[in-house]
């Protein structure tokens, strides 16, 4: 029986699941709270959102182990695992996928904060540096809680760290289970004229 996995790294859960190709039918399924928030309570005040990208990725593993172990005894070909999950958050990890910083998830709210020395937040500023056509040369708009808009804000306060790749989520895990690299698309589209 020719099956796919899934995962879905949610904020509040994490599911994965097995699904028969042929027929399109659910054959198992397991689920878990994801709750590795660090947060201290004095950044939640401030809207920051970060997470334990090591936790959450365990928290996924575990779920698809609860699938293998169902799936137990019965012959499967694997043709693949799709990963779906909470987009636009960011981790840096190092060339070993250690974390260098927390994941921060798509609910913070650090891009709203005023760039020292000026009346413009992170956003407005992000946006005035590509200028005009900001969705196009960034490939996305730019907001609050975006992984660009994200790393423009760790470079602005010294925090980024000098050497490691940014990923989503997604790609994160899709390392972790693969043992490659993170690769995340920059979906920038060609400026016209450049």
Not at 5 to 11: C, F
Request: hydrophobic share 40%; charged share 20%; glycine share 12%.
């Amino acid at each position: 029986m020719a099956i796919i996995l899934g995962v879905d790294l949610g904020t509040t859960k994490i599911t994965a699941l097995a699904l028969d190709v042929p027929s399109g039918k659910v054959l198992t399924c397991a689920s878990a709270a994801n709750h590795p928030e660090t947060t201290s309570p004095r950044d939640k005040a401030r809207g920051y959102s970060e997470w334990d990208v090591r936790r959450i990725a365990d928290i996924a593993c575990a779920c698809l182990r609860q699938i293998a172990e169902q799936l137990a005894g019965q012959k499967h070909e694997l043709l693949g695992i799709g990963i779906t999950g909470q987009q636009h958050g960011v981790v840096v990890v190092d060339d070993r996928l250690g974390p260098l910083t927390p994941f921060v998830n798509w609910q913070d709210r650090r891009g709203e904060e005023t760039v020292p020395g000026t009346d413009r937040t992170y956003v407005q500023r992000a946006r005035d540096l590509v200028e005009a056509d900001a969705s196009g040369r960034a490939g996305c708009n730019l907001a609050t809680g975006y992984m660009g808009v994200t790393l423009f804000w760790m470079k602005d306060g010294g925090i980024l760290p000098a050497k490691g790749t940014a990923s989503f989520l997604m790609d994160y895990f899709g390392a972790l289970l693969t043992g490659q690299p993170p690769v995340t698309d920059a979906t920038v589209r060609p400026v016209a004229g450049s």
